[in-house]
């Protein structure tokens, strides 16, 4: 860490310090509800170093929900939602994904603390052996040479060739440039790169289980979609966006689980035809991947979240409150 980025830090959890202690309750309005984000729970030898900003160690996790529990009243979200709580600050801790992780890791904590959360969970994976494409490709990152990239990739793409000396960076370049394409477009290129490739990355499963979604549904967690694909919605024609909200809506609710009719969006990503449809097919709410403004769409609010990962300490997660509460407030 550099000397700037060192004195940044230290300032946040100051500050994040000084919010929590003096200022909270004055600052964050009764009736307010803050969503906060995670995704995967791992010990430090599990987490991807290409892919931290989607990680807590099991450790970091359950000391961030007890600071989170001093000062919120922690909730469901859907039981939020059908009946806001006017006298408390609320809040609602949601998982992205449906990693395995948070059924060995997340789940006794919260089991033990007695919080509730929600998972929102992708529908073709729940079950299977299949990886996330972001996790392939992270892999595929980390060993693919420079000749069996320029194989694998469309002809006309181009890449930096400083990016082999920075692999951090040339997945996150990769990453960006796959969230612009349609899934079976992803699915072919990383097809392509992972047959090049001579390292396979091991073939433990990194979802859940339906099993594991029924034990979790009967013991305080809920189940909202992440779609069926994780495909990122807008790289959608319409009619396909419609079908992934839709196909995960009727598979979750046909399931024996706690269901939520709310959706988040995956990688964030919508357009205001997108939330209309949703609200269409019978969700009571969606959520993006960042701090927006809270936004109502015809039939159905958009709330935004924040994300929370393994570099959020306790205090500089009350800094991240502090600078997002403008938009934390119902409009
Ligand atoms: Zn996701």
Known sequence: MDLKSMLMSMAKEAIGLLFRIFLFKIVVRKGSLIIFMFHRI??????????????????????????????????????????????ARACAITF????????????????????????????????????????????????????????????????DQSLFSD????????????KEKHREEIEEEIGR???????????????????????LSQNGISFGSHCVNHTVLTSLQIGEAIEEMKESYQELEAQDLCF??????????????????????????????SYVQWKRQENIPLFPRLAISNRTSANSLFFDILRILKPARRP
């Not at 357009?271 to 969606?286: P, Q, R």
């Open 260 to 289: 939520v009719p709310i959706i988040s969006f995956p990688n964030g990503n919508y357009s205001d035809e997108i939330l209309t449809k949703c609200g269409n097919i019978g969700y009571i709410a969606a959520l993006t991947a």
């Open 96 to 159: 992205d994904d449906g990693w395995v992780d948070n059924y060995v890791h997340a789940f006794p904590i919260l089991k033990m603390h007695k919080l509730p959360a929600t998972i929102f969970i992708c529908t073709s994976m729940i079950g299977t052996s299949k990886r996330f494409w972001f996790d392939r490709l992270s892999h595929i990152c980390k060993h693919i040479t420079r000749e069996e990239l320029a194989s694998s990739l469309d002809k006309t793409a181009s890449i």
């Open 193 to 215: 790169m992972e047959n090049v490739l001579k390292t396979k990355p091991g073939s433990e499963r990194s979802v859940l289980n339906w099993n594991e979604v029924k034990e």
């Open 42 to 87: 791992l010990p430090e030898e599990g987490i991807d170093p290409f892919q931290e900003n989607l990680f807590t160690t099991p450790r970091r996790f359950e000391n961030q929900i007890l600071a989170i529990r001093k000062a919120f009243t922690i909730v469901d979200i859907h039981e939020w939602i059908k009946n806001p709580l006017t006298e």
């Open 167 to 178: 692999r951090k960076r040339l997945f996150t370049v990769l990453c960006a440039s796959a």
